[in-house]
């Protein structure tokens, strides 16, 4: 096959036409580990709170290498020194900074998968590497932060790095929540590299501030919106219902991949080449159709959580600035499990409580830099007069309780 016919166009309802810009990056993509993204939603369960919100993790990682082929133009306009093989590594990292995401990622995390998708990213950058005869070996150094120009990883994993440049606006785009548009462009034309450390001039400090405010809330609004984050638990408590369900011997219809997560205890230490090749069979139709079964299932526990999703008929939640009393969890869960016939630990499935973070910048993390007309760095929180600034670096804490509907009345 030519090279010139590798050189294809995406069609992208945001950015309009985004190129792909060598052969390599073609050949990534068209690998079967990258086609999976497709198969994998970017917002998990949000399609149930925001109907529009079925864009995959495909579109997002091609959206950011596009953000990344703009920001490596910005820099060079400005004399920052970049190699052909820099540039070439940059669109590599970016593009398969989230390949180790699973489908519902954070729910399989907190169930039957513990690997962080962050390590597992790695995991297929390395057989990808081996693959494509060490072709990888740049993006991957520059990945796990030990390529000594600092700015280029920052470009990838930081706090105004092209994966978020990219997810904000799209995941506003497609859920509707308008308050979470960017404008990334204006921010990219902002970027610059002083001391190989990636900073923002001056000029775009209201740029940033609208970045953030836009971060926190798309967190309220879509990420943390509660009714995500019930489907998201109650995705998390129905695979850890099927899990204890086959470790005790009973039959749990589900794909072969999925069985195999649940089966095998699996970790970062050993999570082996075979793992990640069960582990790449892994998309949403897996759970999907998992689901599907399991709300006929002989278990009270599976089925109920099962048909909760599928049909949309979810637990309440009720969020609190204060912590709710042990009591009251403590009441319902006896109650619940005397009227469905479960033990207190079963009705725990259903009966739960918990907390959620919103921090839109933080002061501990790589901060956001801020060049100033006399050439010193200040960061954003010091350098912006706006005072929701310095609020917007303090988390923001919620608690949660669970509960079935029929303890509403309670």
Not at 110 to 138: C, D, K, P, R, T
Not at 242 to 247: C, G, R, S, T
Not at 249 to 255: A, M, P, R, Y
């Amino acid at each position: 096959m030519s090279n010139i016919n590798k050189l294809k166009i995406f069609n992208d309802p945001i950015y309009g036409f985004i190129t792909i810009p060598n052969s390599l990056i073609y050949d990534l993509i068209q690998h079967p580990y990258f086609q999976r993204l497709r198969r994998i939603s970017q917002m998990g369960l949000s399609y149930l709170v925001y109907p529009g919100a079925h864009h995959t993790r495909f579109h997002h990682a091609i959206g950011a290498m596009h953000m990344m082929q703009k920001a490596v133009e910005v820099l060079r306009f400005k004399e920052v020194q970049i190699s052909k093989e820099e540039e070439n590594a940059l669109y590599i990292a970016i593009l398969l900074h989230d390949i180790g995401h699973g489908p519902y990622s954070h729910a399989m995390e907190h169930s039957i998968v513990e690997v962080h998708h962050e390590e597992v990213s790695l995991f297929f950058m390395n057989q990808l590497n081996a693959e494509f005869e060490g072709q990888l070996s740049l993006a991957i150094q520059i990945f796990k932060g030990e390529y000594h120009r600092k700015f280029m990883l920052q470009l990838i994993s930081s706090q105004l790095d092209m994966d978020r440049m990219d997810y904000l606006k799209r995941d506003s785009f497609y859920s509707g929540v308008a308050e979470g548009n960017i404008n990334s462009d204006r921010l990219i034309q902002m970027l610059n590299v002083m001391d190989d450390v990636l900073v923002m001039e001056e000029k775009g400090i209201y740029s940033i501030e609208k970045f953030l405010m836009a971060r926190r809330l798309m967190y309220w609004q879509a990420y943390l919106h509660k009714t995500s984050l019930v489907a998201e638990l109650t995705l998390t408590k129905t695979l850890q219902r099927a899990k204890e369900l086959l470790h005790k011997g009973i039959d749990v219809e589900c794909s072969r991949p999925l069985k195999y997560f649940m089966e095998h205890k699996i970790t970062p230490d050993n999570f082996s080449n075979d793992d990640l090749n069960t582990f790449a069979q892994l998309d949403d139709s897996d759970i999907v159709s998992a689901l599907k079964n399991w709300q006929f299932h002989e278990d009270f526990i599976l089925s109920s959580l099962s048909k909760m999703i599928i049909n949309r008929d979810l637990s309440k939640i009720k969020l609190n600035s204060e912590k709710f009393p042990a009591e009251v969890l403590e009441a319902m869960t006896v109650r619940f499990s005397k009227e469905n016939n479960i033990t207190q630990q079963e009705a725990k499935y259903f009966i739960f409580k918990g907390k959620i973070k919103n921090q839109a910048y933080s002061k501990d993390a790589e901060p956001i830099r801020i060049l100033k007309k006399d050439k010193t760095i200040e960061d954003v929180v010091e350098a912006s007069d706006q005072l929701n600034l310095k609020a917007l670096s303090k988390p923001v804490t919620k608690y949660f309780i669970c509960y079935p509907k029929q303890l509403e009345e309670f």
